[in-house]
Antibody, heavy 121, light 110 residues
Framework: EVQLVESGGGLVHFGVPLRLSCVAS????????MSWVRQAPGKGPEWISA????????HYADSVKGRFFVSRDNSKKTLYLQLNDLRPDDTALYFC??????????????WGQGTMVTVSS | QSALTQPASVSGFREQSITIPCTAT?????????VSWYQQHPDKAPKLVIY???NRPSGVSNRFSGSKSGNTASLTISGLQPADEADYYC??????????FGTGTKVTVL
């Protein structure tokens, strides 16, 4: 079964770093781009980052550029998101998602269940 | 700043067809060929129902179809069913290799 399972969320104080993980199973992880998408309570999804299958290329939304960093360990079939300089408006459910291609084509066909990040001031 | 505008709500009767437009209000979605559509039920992750403007993933009902005209992409749901009641979001890759989501449309089945 194709599956993505996120972990690492929690309640953190303003400025405290956090690292999210997303473990993949059921598909050849290293040939697909992966994205992180977040959704604040009662709001629509917001794409925040993507990384190519090899990990050589990464992209970020302006809202997180310079604070969040995406990486992947293909040997462990795991995607990561390092969250630095967290602010209250980063509070959201964070999803990882599998793209349909090696590069970013923004067709996110498999999603995890999400991990909640709450930033208190 | 990229923006994809959708109507806040669309409704229709069971078995009717509805169409949800998604209009790109800035030029950085290029020729708008990387449009996807997602269905999201409450407390669930989004589900891809259309990609590449018109393509349907395996397992998605053929009642869902996508199209594009100029800077407006559209999702049509035919034969509307109660299970189609959900939030729908368009998205597009931009020319700077980021992704933008639409403002979202709540579909109600009357």
């Amino acid at each position: 079964e194709v599956q993505l399972v996120e972990s690492g969320g929690g309640l953190v104080h303003f400025g405290v770093p956090l690292r999210l993980s997303c473990v993949a199973s059921g598909f050849t992880f290293n040939i697909y781009a992966m994205s992180w998408v977040r959704q604040a309570p009662g709001k629509g999804p917001e794409w925040i980052s993507a990384i190519s299958g090899s990990g050589a290329d990464s992209h970020y939304a302006d809202s997180v550029k310079g604070r969040f960093f995406v990486s992947r360990d293909n040997s462990k079939k795991t995607l990561y998101l390092q969250l630095n300089d967290l602010r209250p408006d980063d509070t959201a459910l964070y999803f990882c998602a599998k793209d349909r291609n090696n590069g970013l084509v923004a067709a996110l066909e498999i999603w995890g269940q999400g991990t909640m990040v709450t930033v208190s001031s | 700043q990229s923006a994809l505008t959708q109507p806040a709500s669309v409704s229709g009767f069971r078995e009717q067809s509805i169409t949800i437009p998604c209009t790109a209000t800035s030029g950085d979605v290029g020729d708008y060929q990387y449009v996807s559509w997602y269905q999201q039920h409450p407390d669930k992750a989004p589900k891809l129902v259309i990609y590449g403007v018109t393509n349907r993933p395996s397992g998605v009902s053929n009642r869902f179809s996508g199209s594009k005209s100029g800077n407006t992409a559209s999702l049509t749901i035919s034969g509307l069913q109660p299970a189609d009641e959900a939030d729908y979001y368009c998205s597009s890759k931009t020319t700077s290799s980021t992704v933008v989501f639409g403002t979202g449309t709540k579909v109600t089945v009357l």
